[in-house]
């Protein structure tokens, strides 16, 4: 409530912007369903960077005068020190974050400051806010995700000669390392990354100066503010301007994949650390206990970033269908986008935090990973390559290494172990040299095509990895 006991909107100290054109002030809980100050709250720093360059750029226009230009520009640069510090408290009666500092401004600077809104809109204002927070809230998030990347890599490091084998349909498929693995997730989370910075270009112009929707006839600079908050220009369409949330919804989507890839990892995790796998031991730390069964120590964190991907979709679809049957140009639904691209924003990064810190604690089991390369026949492709290598024609060998398999099974032992006159009986091409190529570590130093599991291609990977996280 305002100081005075009405609501802000009512015409309290800080009056709603439009209150002037009612007899009657709206009800209360009118006033509660439309108020965007909680999620604003957040934009405040942003918003003021904005009308600070706002004044300025009137100033110099000669749109008002430049000396109460700048009495505004340094109130401003108060208000913002204030929210910071904790001195001002954003009044939640307010029906936006613009309201609520022009009403400061206006309480301290009188007339003065009733000159903040000149040739502006909250319609270009609130899409410039979003704009402005997002370009930098976004890379704070990129850089959580390159910290993740880089604790993958320091693992995958170390792990360049750890088998495991490497799965298809969940089956035991061909013996690969733990760092081809984890490198494999880091490519993906590179991506990640990149789609972020290619939103973020996106996001690269201003669109204040568009007013409510039809720009201004006042001698407005356009490029002149945009060029001062950093923006590569202003925006071309001033309808556009302020009815586009695709930035939004691109994000949300950035994030939703970045959501899938983790929650891929974590069901991968959760598999990992079962008694049936136990490649991955979970640290105490990221681990949770049952209230009845004394023994457990569950992957919680890994099954709550899984959970949580659910509603970092449900924003997007969100914000996709808010969107979807809105007219040109600014309409009120836009107001609820903050709310799915904030809770997207927030639980992602808290996500890539949380996950970086549960993979960076864990121990792995090499052991257990290498005991996985053997008894599935996961070497039955090199088998067959061999053959191919001896010149005999790939479909063929498949049949050979298959009869192989089924000689190995039916005898419970693994191709390795199956006799040399038994591989003879199935092929003439099978010599001596076979056995030196079923192992799976030689499996795995033989793939050498770019991109395979072999040392010194996994190593190739590292380095680029590496050196993208450090650009
Ligand atoms: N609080 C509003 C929003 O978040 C600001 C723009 C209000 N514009 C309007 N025409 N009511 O979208």
Redesign the pocket.
């Known amino acids: 409530m305002s100081k005075k006991g009405k609501s802000a909107i009512e015409g309290g100290n800080h009056a709603a912007l439009w209150h002037g054109r009612f007899k009657e002030g709206p009800d209360a809980a009118a006033v509660e369903f439309e108020t965007?100050i909680y999620e604003?709250m957040r934009l405040a720093e942003d918003d003021i960077k904005g009308s600070r360059a706002h004044v300025h750029m009137l100033g110099k226009q000669g749109i008002i005068p430049e000396s109460e230009s700048e009495a505004i520009a340094e109130e401003l640069a108060k208000i913002a020190e204030e929210i910071r510090s904790g001195a001002l408290q954003i009044d939640t009666s307010a029906?936006?974050i613009?309201s609520f500092v022009e009403g400061v401004l206006t309480d301290r600077l009188g007339d003065t400051g009733r000159k903040v809104h000149t040739g502006r809109?909250?319609?270009d204002?609130?899409a410039l806010d979003e704009r402005l927070y997002l370009r930098h809230a976004v890379p704070e998030l990129q850089e959580n995700v390159k910290t993740l990347i880089k604790t993958l890599i320091t693992i995958a490091e170390e792990h360049t000669g750890t088998l495991v084998s490497g799965y298809t349909h969940m089956q035991r498929a061909q013996p690969v390392t733990l760092a081809q693995h984890l490198c494999a997730w880091s490519w993906m989370l590179k991506r990640d990354y990149e789609r972020l910075s290619d939103a973020v270009k996106r996001i690269g112009l201003s669109p204040l100066g568009a007013g409510?929707l039809a720009g201004s006839g006042l001698p407005l600079n356009r490029e002149m503010v945009a060029e001062e908050l950093g923006f590569d220009g202003p925006t071309q369409n001033s309808l556009d301007s302020v009815a586009d949330r695709d930035y939004c919804i691109e994000l949300a989507a950035d994030f939703s994949i970045l959501m899938m890839h983790l929650s891929r990892f974590c069901e991968e995790v959760v598999l990992w650390s079962t008694e049936e796998f136990k490649f991955i031991n979970l640290s105490e730390k990221w681990s949770t206990g049952s209230s009845i069964m004394p023994q457990k120590k569950n992957p919680d964190f890994a099954e709550l970033i899984r959970g949580k991907t659910g509603r970092v979709y449900g924003s997007l679809v969100a914000l996709l269908t808010i969107m979807k049957g809105l007219p040109l140009t600014?309409n009120?639904d836009?107001?609820e986008d903050?709310k799915n691209l904030f809770e997207a924003y927030d639980t992602t990064s808290a996500c890539v935090m949380i996950f970086t810190q549960m993979i960076a604690t864990a121990s792995w089991n090499e052991d257990r990973m290498n005991a996985s390369c053997f008894g599935g026949h996961a070497n039955a492709t090199d088998l067959a390559d061999y053959l191919v290598k001896k010149g005999m024609p790939f479909r063929t060998a498949h049949g050979v290494s298959a009869r192989a398999v089924r000689y190995a099974i039916e005898n419970g032992i693994n191709l390795e172990d199956v006799p040399l006159e038994e591989y003879r009986k199935l092929s003439e091409l099978i010599c001596d040299d076979v056995y030196a190529c079923l192992p799976p570590k030689a499996c795995v130093d033989a793939r050498k095509t770019t991109g395979g599991p072999a040392e010194v291609r996994v190593r190739e990977q590292i380095a680029a990895l590496k050196a993208f996280c450090a650009e």
């Open positions: 965007s604003d029906e936006d613009h809109s909250r319609n204002q609130i409510a600014y009120r836009l107001q903050r």
